[in-house]
């Protein structure tokens, strides 16, 4: 724990340094630009107007400001608004057993409760209000700094949207987390660990206009006092997380179209198939090639990347035996609805043997589909999602499903939504031989869809589940799960979140009931920047469990803090 305080502490002073320096060099500017016009330097300065009279009980949020701007270059638009659209953001996706959160008035953190800052809507902040950001930070949309209307500000401001002349945008941030847990039995090994975990991510984000990228992202990922051995995304130190750059191709109706060269973090729908997996400490990424252009209503996307293995002792390289491509359709008919079709090969060359079930090597291609979406309060959640290709001698013949159902009950206390879901992904009826039915789930953000204690991945499973929101006031989160977890095949094998085979009865006499798992999650927004989440987790372990190893039935719980800049 003592490593545990001094990595925070020495997070606290980079972030520190880094708001110094930043601030100080935007005073240098404005100090130069002042100068300039003194001597004749076209240069044009614009007061903003006295802030309004704070009304009792509410803080403070118009600030007068100053903008130093100056004449613009021949190659960048003249416009201010030309900054306040650019450069594009990407429509973040609905994940599934999505909730409704609060929208009307309210406390939107601990820190507005405390200084009675009663707000007429939710902030206009890019990062969730949430200890858990599945997004990427290169997505993260600070454009209403630019609007010269905007009344939100925010001591941290002087980080975001630096305009170096006319042509150049600068940006960094980045994100220290602490998480504590306790796991008994952990993944049915019939032993407990209990450590701390601790992450920091600092980026830099240079645009020139709307037409050259370079994002560069470091991460620091390590573990401290654990009972067994780390886990592979448990730690990786001083790495680089996302390190590419964008090219603009084209202008096209909407957006312009981008290719990206480099390492890169990828999510795409519900992220069942593809995410950058943010619990794991170390984060999923890639490095390869995409191109991409998003629209109003309608998002392509095109890619042939590698998955990046983290390595704690040497900078982190691609896997040469995995070649991972695809293509990515989004149509957005409505706000807030989402249907997804997409085209997906995995190439891996790999030799992999798990309980006896050879896995790999293999090459697999994945047909799907997903409609999602909201209306008059109903929700729903629909995917479709094919496989064929080879293992091996053999062929592959496999498939996954998704049926979601819900209701955001708005006018009811606590604001609740309410999911009922039906999951379901094939296993093989006869391994090793005949055609291979075990569904592949690619690079999936298992857990958030099969329970946290992370036993069970979209391979070979049934999972009847349930999900409720509540929110006790408009910042705090209440979020219960049910699943009911059964084999597709009782010969193949029960597999993790991460995809390994962990228990096996090759006769099928075990039977197919994996057990019920519940799992309690709590997330209170304290501002701004800072959340904390707790939870728990249990699963009452069925007939399957008790007759293939440990009896044991695995608990879970954790706490962690998020501190984002």
Not at 163 to 177: A, I, K, P, Q, V
Not at 224 to 238: E, H, K, V
């Amino acid at each position: 724990m003592r490593r545990c305080i001094q990595v925070a502490k020495l997070t606290v002073v980079v972030i520190f340094s880094i708001i110094c320096l930043v601030c100080s060099s935007r005073a240098f500017a404005q100090s130069e630009i002042s100068k300039a016009s003194s001597v004749g330097a076209a240069a044009l300065i614009e007061a903003g107007t006295p802030a309004k009279k704070q009304e009792p009980g509410k803080l403070q949020e118009d600030k007068p400001t100053i903008t130093f701007r100056e004449e613009p270059c021949n190659e960048c638009p003249p416009e201010p608004s030309f900054w306040e659209k650019n450069p594009p953001v990407r429509i973040f996706p609905r994940l599934g057993n999505f909730p409704v959160p609060p929208s009307g008035e309210g406390y939107y953190s601990a820190l507005d409760f405390i200084t009675d800052n009663w707000r007429q809507k939710p902030p206009n902040f890019p990062y969730p209000p949430s200890c858990f950001m599945p997004f990427p930070f290169y997505d993260a949309d600070f454009r209403y700094l630019d609007n010269p209307n905007n009344t939100q500000h925010d001591y941290l401001d002087c980080l975001h949207r630096i305009h170096l002349g006319n042509c150049w945008l600068f940006s960094t941030g980045g994100e220290f987390r602490l998480r504590y847990e306790n796991q008994l039995d952990r993944q049915l090994s019939g032993k407990d660990d209990v450590y701390d975990l601790t992450r920091v991510r600092v980026y830099g984000d240079l645009w020139y206009g709307n037409s050259f990228r370079v994002y560069v992202e470091y991460i620091n990922a390590q573990s401290f006092n654990q009972d067994l051995p780390p886990a592979i995304i448990d730690r990786n130190f001083s790495d680089l997380l996302n390190a590419f750059v964008d090219i603009k191709l084209a202008d096209l109706p909407g957006q312009p179209a981008y290719l990206r060269i480099g390492r890169q973090e990828m999510l795409f729908g519900s992220e069942r198939l593809i995410s950058p997996l943010d619990w794991a400490n170390t984060r999923r990424t890639f490095q390869g090639v995409r191109g991409f252009h998003q629209g109003e209503k309608f998002d392509v996307d095109l890619f042939w990347v590698q998955p990046v293995i983290p390595n704690v002792t040497r900078f982190d390289s691609v896997d040469n035996n995995q070649n991972f491509a695809g293509l990515w359709t989004t149509y957005r008919p409505q706000k807030g609805q989402f249907l997804d079709a997409y085209y997906l090969f995995l190439d891996n060359t790999n030799k992999v043997t798990q309980l006896g079930l050879v896995t790999a090597p293999y090459n697999v291609s994945t047909f799907g589909t997903r409609y999602c979406g909201d209306k008059n309060h109903f929700l729903w959640d629909v995917e479709g999602m094919f496989q064929f290709g080879e293992r091996g001698s053999s062929e592959i013949v496999a498939g996954a499903g998704t049926l979601g159902a819900g209701y955001n009950f708005a006018n009811l206390p606590m604001n609740p939504t309410f999911w009922v879901y039906y999951d379901y992904a094939s296993g093989d009826q006869h391994p090793n031989s005949g055609d291979f039915q075990t569904f592949n789930q690619l690079f999936p953000f298992g857990h958030y869809y099969f329970g946290w204690l992370d036993l069970v991945g979209r391979q070979n499973i049934q999972d009847f589940n349930m999900h409720l929101f509540l929110y006790p006031t408009n910042w705090i989160t209440l979020w219960s799960q049910y699943h009911n977890f059964q084999l597709a095949s009782s010969t193949d094998a029960l597999y993790n979140a991460a995809g390994k085979a962990i228990r096996r009865d090759a006769t099928g006499r075990a039977g197919n009931d994996v057990g019920n798992e519940i799992d309690f999650v709590a997330n209170f927004h304290l501002g701004p920047h800072s959340d904390v989440a707790v939870g728990y987790s249990k699963l009452f372990a069925g007939r399957f469990i008790r007759q293939t190893g440990p009896p044991g039935s695995p608990e879970f719980t954790f706490v962690q803090y998020t501190y984002r800049w």
